[in-house]
Every structure is written in structure tokens, then in C-alpha cells.
């Protein structure tokens, strides 16, 4: 059976051509990025050209790649007009992707549309992203409850995934992504169980990218420092991007396999292939992604309209 992707980034044509118009971070100039915080970064074309792409994933064993926006963009939190410009965009170029891709929508920071939200998580879109760097307290978990009951509502996970960099000045191209990333995604983690998300929000599923910053290895050290985290929530899960045996093997032990889904951050990595033995890999690369969506495996060739259909 082949496997489940649940972190990809594809940005479909009416999204390119819109950062093309802009004049201010974020915007294309052909295919270099510029962002406000990170160096600029040109991107290869082919990283976002479609079949290529379907193609990768075949020979990776990937049945199902689950897009979202590039939440480093840092579109979510501009100006209520430019923001909804661009998401309106990404949702659009989003649904006339092939069936081998599903799509997570976003929303923007300031006045989210919950009404058009519920539409898309109604619809074909697997979940809601949202920034890191806009959960990084409880205060901000709160800030956000509208948007998360609209996913539990709808029965949708939540897709954390690290935010925009501030601009801090000369650094290395890998700073962002083993730094900040990582500090994002910790924190928003510890901000989780110190909102006491679970009891606000009590079906809700979440899935962290990479790993949750390896914030669940830190769980001794919570312990020593008088914190309690009680049993694992069955229903928080964390992605194995940019992580490889020594960091995921860490995420098992403190978690167990059943919080380990697939999330390869495709184009930037690739998809892990195996994880500490046979069952540890279909459950990571298949039945785990297949529960954080909320969806039962179809045997085959599995795609958005299958897992629709098996709901």
C-alpha cells in the first residue's frame, strides 16, 4: 500500500502569479523569493511543477501528498485585504490539483472567514494550517479557538507548521529552518499542553511538523523541572520532516510509533523510506497519516477522492 505525505508544498499557477504582482515581501521575481526575514532563495521551477512531482512521490511510495501553504511566507498575518488576495488564490490553485495531492487551507490572522473555513474543511480540503509563531502561547491557542473548533467541528486536524522568520539580520541560509523553525514549533508545543488544549477542544487531532521541534524528547526535563504531562494524547501527532534515525527514534520513545506520521516537507527533503522494522514503517508511513486525517486506509492506489469515499 502506498503511503501518505502529510507535509508537501506545491504552489499551483494563480498563487505563483499573484506573489509575481507584489512589490513587498513576500514576492517572486521570476523564481527568486524574497520574504522579510530569510536570505532570498531562488527556487527551482521543477519544484513546483506538478507531473514531476506526481512522479517523485510514485517512485517514493506516496499515493497521497498533502500540500499546504508555506506558512514562512508570512501571508497569514499581512494586512486583511493582501492576505485574503493570496489564500483565495492558494485555495483556488489548490482544488485543481490532480487527485494525488490533498490540499490543508489557511486562514488569515486578522478576522479568519470561519464561515468559508468550514466550506473548504467540508470539502476537499484535509485541514486547516496554521503558523507556529501564532501558537506560541496559551494566549495564542486561545486567539486561535474560533479556527479550532471550526476543524474539530468538521471532524479536521490542525497542521502546525513553523511560521515567518523576523528579520534578524546577516545569516546562514540553514538558519531559519534549525533554528527558528525548531524554537516555533517547541514552543507552540509547550503552549498546547499549557493551554490545556485538550480539555478546551476535546476531539480535536493535531499533527506538528518536524517533529514538534523534538519538543517531546524535552519531556524528562519538564518532569525534573516539576511539569506533568500525563498519558500520550492519542490524538496529537508529530511529522518526520528533516528528521532522520537518531531524532525519530528520540520522538518514539518519549511518544511511542502511533504518534510517528509521514511528513517529508517535499521539495526541500524527501520522504523517509523505513523506520525501525516493517511495522513500524507502514505504521508511520500508513496508518498513523491515515488517523490524523481521520480517514481508514483503501487498499491500492489511494487518493483524495478514496479517502472521501471510506470516510
Not at 498575518?77 to 494525488?100: F, M, T
Not at 495564542?140 to 497542521?159: I, M, S, T, Y
Not at 516555533?184 to 499542553?193: E, G, I, K, P
Request: hydrophobic letters at 45%; proline letters at 10%; charged letters at 20%.
Amino acid at each position: 500500500m502506498r503511503g501518505v505525505d502529510l507535509h508537501q508544498h506545491l504552489w499551483p499557477p494563480p498563487l505563483v502569479e499573484l506573489l509575481r504582482r507584489r512589490t513587498r515581501a513576500p514576492y517572486l521575481r521570476d523564481w527568486q523569493l524574497v520574504t522579510g526575514g530569510e536570505p532570498a532563495y531562488e527556487i527551482p521551477p521543477r519544484d513546483h511543477e506538478v507531473a514531476p512531482r506526481i512522479e517523485l512521490d510514485h517512485r517514493a511510495g506516496i499515493g497521497l501528498a498533502c500540500v499546504s501553504l508555506s506558512a514562512p511566507l508570512g501571508i497569514e498575518s499581512l494586512p486583511r485585504g493582501e492576505a485574503g488576495e493570496l489564500l483565495d488564490a492558494w485555495h483556488d490553485g489548490a482544488r485543481e490539483l490532480p487527485g494525488h495531492f490533498a490540499a490543508w487551507a489557511s486562514v488569515p490572522a486578522v478576522e479568519p472567514d470561519l464561515t468559508g473555513l468550514s466550506g473548504l474543511l467540508a470539502g476537499s480540503f484535509v485541514g486547516v494550517q496554521l503558523p507556529a509563531t501564532s501558537l506560541g502561547t496559551p494566549a495564542g491557542w486561545e486567539a486561535q479557538a474560533q479556527v479550532l473548533r471550526a476543524a474539530e467541528l468538521r471532524d479536521k486536524p490542525v497542521f502546525v507548521h513553523p511560521g515567518p522568520m523576523p528579520a534578524l539580520g546577516a545569516l546562514p541560509p540553514w538558519w531559519a529552518p534549525v533554528v527558528d523553525y525548531v524554537a516555533q514549533l517547541q514552543a507552540a508545543w509547550w503552549a498546547w499542553h499549557a493551554f490545556g488544549g485538550r480539555g478546551q477542544f476535546p476531539q480535536l487531532r493535531l499533527v506538528f511538523a518536524a517533529g514538534a521541534g523534538l519538543a517531546p524528547v524535552h519531556h524528562e526535563r519538564l518532569a525534573a523541572r516539576g511539569g506533568h504531562l500525563g498519558a500520550v494524547d492519542p490524538d496529537v501527532f508529530v511529522d518526520t520532516s528533516s528528521y532522520g534515525a537518531q531524532g525519530l527514534d528520540a520522538l518514539t520513545r518519549a511518544l511511542g510509533i502511533d504518534a510517528l506520521v509521514l511528513g517529508s516537507d517535499r521539495p526541500y527533503a524527501e520522504p523517509l523510506q523505513s523506520l525501525l522494522g516493517e511495522a513500524a514503517t507502514r505504521a508511520m508511513r500508513v496508518d498513523n497519516p491515515y488517523r490524523a486525517l481521520g480517514r481508514r486506509p483503501h487498499p491500492g492506489h489511494e487518493t483524495a477522492d478514496q479517502m472521501e469515499a471510506v470516510a
